[in-house]
């Protein structure tokens, strides 16, 4: 499968990120990725956030595949069992954080979505993420279903971690595009 077969839609975390985060640099670089708007990027509520998720699925013209970091990954896996069905493909989480972690109080997050996706998923995630254990990251992975990816001492997996162009990532991000499109060569 191709990003030119697709909308790739990106879901930031808190603050929005920065323009050398890799995921604006990828929404600059790829003809066919979206940056998902919120109202708030310094408060993500997920009673807020998650319907922005669900419009934008809605509003693309092809086929989905989400691009979640920090708590866009919260975002994506609340918006999750309202998205259209068929609709989205697949979904890249990217260093989910952990509302108990006493780096994320600030977050105003109250509760993570732990109820299994309904396509396949990588949760891509550091041993040393200051916003999230390790453990945590891969209980969510098994809640939702998805393919742990350890990422070994990242950090949060951003510019501020030395992860700015993230090409590793990009290749990853390739690696689930070809598992998206056997998983779809079956279902047809």
């Not at 041993?127 to 990422?151: H, K, M, T």
């Not at 950090?155 to 070809?178: A, C, Q, T």
Request: aromatic share 10%.
């Amino acid at each position: 499968m191709k990003t030119a077969d697709l909308d790739v839609l990106v879901l930031p975390g808190l603050g929005g990120g920065t323009k050398d985060h890799w995921y604006a640099r990828w929404t600059r670089s790829l003809t066919t990725v979206q940056r998902v708007e919120q109202e708030d990027f310094s408060n993500p509520d997920m009673e807020i956030w998650a319907p922005a998720v669900i419009q934008a699925v809605e509003a693309a013209e092809r086929p989905v595949v989400l691009i979640g970091h920090s708590a866009g990954v919260l975002a994506a896996a609340s918006a999750a069992p309202s998205l259209p069905q068929g609709k989205a493909l697949g979904a890249f989480l990217v260093a989910p954080p952990d509302p108990d972690n006493e780096n994320t109080k600030s977050f105003a997050l109250s509760y993570v979505a732990r109820d299994p996706l309904p396509f396949p998923s990588y949760v891509v995630a550091s041993r040393n993420d200051p916003y999230c254990e390790f453990e945590v990251a891969e209980d969510y992975a098994a809640a939702w279903g998805s393919l742990l990816i350890d990422a070994g001492e990242a950090g949060h997996i951003n510019d501020e971690s030395g992860h700015g162009p993230w090409p590793e990532g990009l290749m990853l991000f390739g690696r689930f595009l070809k598992l998206l499109d056997k998983t779809e060569s079956r279902s047809t």
